[in-house]
């Protein structure tokens, strides 16, 4: 029978050889020392097997036409390997704290995260043929992990590393998130409230823009480290010159330089994305506008701002989740936020640690990321 289904195949072939060439879990005697391997096939006896069932049904429907049912049944079988690879790893970790000590640690291999991924990205490439719609899609992913988000929240998964290193750091990790939030607000306001005016100017003034655009591709250049350095002393003597700013959080440290750094990162795809969106704006539109005795005030808030403002939210999109990731390393400067966790983990040589701060980054990024999605395609369909 003819493969109808290359996508679904190559990504079912790649699990197979994550899930029987790789370990999928990991057992030591403590955070610090490297574990043990195990194996998904030593694990695969009595209600375990059922691991099996939707791999055959994947294979079943590799070799099918992407119809929009089998791809309803393929985003199916996804969900239910993945919320059964969560299952399986938990009631491991259960069963091995039950023999061991209080201090050993049961971790995800690496062939139980890549089939988790390779799982997700099945069911992803399911949604976008079953729909072209943004919102569908981002309910139909969200469904996809209800399952698996069932067993977490039912605490099916607390015997394994990453979640005791959760738990025994809850206040930590809820003052990161906070944190970090606050990071991602304090740089977006400042970064729109400056970089929207030097949009608007740029693309007015034709003189300006090459200057502008220069300056900003000079600071997109200088590594984010070496930034954060650059800004240390200059706030540090503004806070001494000025005592106000030191009495609200300004130094050379902290949270001041990261948001000032970032804001300045934040600028060049800010500043194009407002010139590219308001270039896109139709001269026959401004000049009907015009005719219809529209000021220029009017011209701009009612004409060019509505119709630019898919392209302007792409990039405002861009900085959101460029700032996120980049918040990481700003807990260098003693700015905290997740990096906090990360470089904490690093030092102590604690891979669960580690993943504990870049988990979260990279789900605020995913949220982030696709509510701006949402926007963009909310404001398509409206204009048409």
């Known amino acids: 029978m003819a493969v109808k289904n290359r996508v679904l195949l190559t990504l079912l072939v790649l699990l197979l050889l994550a899930a029987f060439g790789l370990p999928f879990l990991s057992y030591a005697p403590n955070r610090l020392l490297s574990g043990k391997s195990i194996s998904l096939i030593s694990l695969l006896h009595g209600p375990a097997l059922w691991l099996l069932a939707p791999l055959l049904v994947l294979a079943v429907l590799s070799l099918l036409a992407p119809l929009r049912r089998n791809a309803f049944l393929t985003t199916l079988a996804a969900s239910a390997l993945l919320a059964l690879i969560f299952w399986l790893s938990g009631h491991a970790a259960q069963q091995l704290a039950q023999e061991g000590s209080k201090l050993a640690r049961t971790s995800w291999g690496s062939g139980c995260w890549l089939m988790l991924a390779l799982s997700l990205l099945m069911a992803a490439d399911a949604i976008t043929r079953i729909t072209s719609s943004h919102l569908w899609r981002m309910l139909g992913n969200l469904l996809v992990i209800v399952p698996a988000l069932a067993l977490l929240f039912g605490h099916q998964l607390d015997q394994l590393s990453l979640l005791k290193e959760y738990y025994n ?36 003034s034709s003189h300006l823009q090459t200057p502008i655009f220069s300056t900003l591709n000079i600071i997109q250049t200088v590594p984010s480290i070496a930034l954060f350095g650059l800004l240390i002393a200059p706030l540090a003597g503004l806070a001494k010159a000025v005592p106000w700013l030191a009495e609200h959080g300004v130094s050379g440290i902290g949270m001041a330089p990261a948001i000032v750094a970032l804001v300045l990162y934040a600028l060049l795809p800010l500043v194009r994305s407002v010139v590219a969106g308001l270039q896109s704006v139709p001269a026959s539109v401004i000049e009907s506008a ?68 870049v988990i979260p980054v990279i789900v605020m990024a995913v949220i982030v990321d696709s509510l701006f999605k949402f926007m963009v395609s909310i404001l398509e369909v409206s204009r048409r």
């Open 169 to 204: 750091r809850q206040d930590v990790f809820d003052a990161a998130l906070l944190q970090h939030l606050t990071i991602l607000l304090a740089t977006m306001v400042p970064a729109l409230l400056i970089g929207v005016p030097l949009g608007v100017l740029c693309f007015r």
């Open 290 to 357: 015009s005719g219809m005795g529209l000021t220029r005030g009017q011209i701009f808030f009612r004409v060019q701002l509505p119709l630019a403002l898919p392209l302007f939210l792409t990039g405002v999109r861009i900085l959101a989740v460029q700032t996120v990731g980049m918040a990481v390393v700003a807990a260098l400067i003693g700015a905290g936020g997740f990096g906090a966790i990360v470089f904490q983990g690093l030092l102590s040589s604690a891979l669960d640690l580690v993943l504990l701060g």
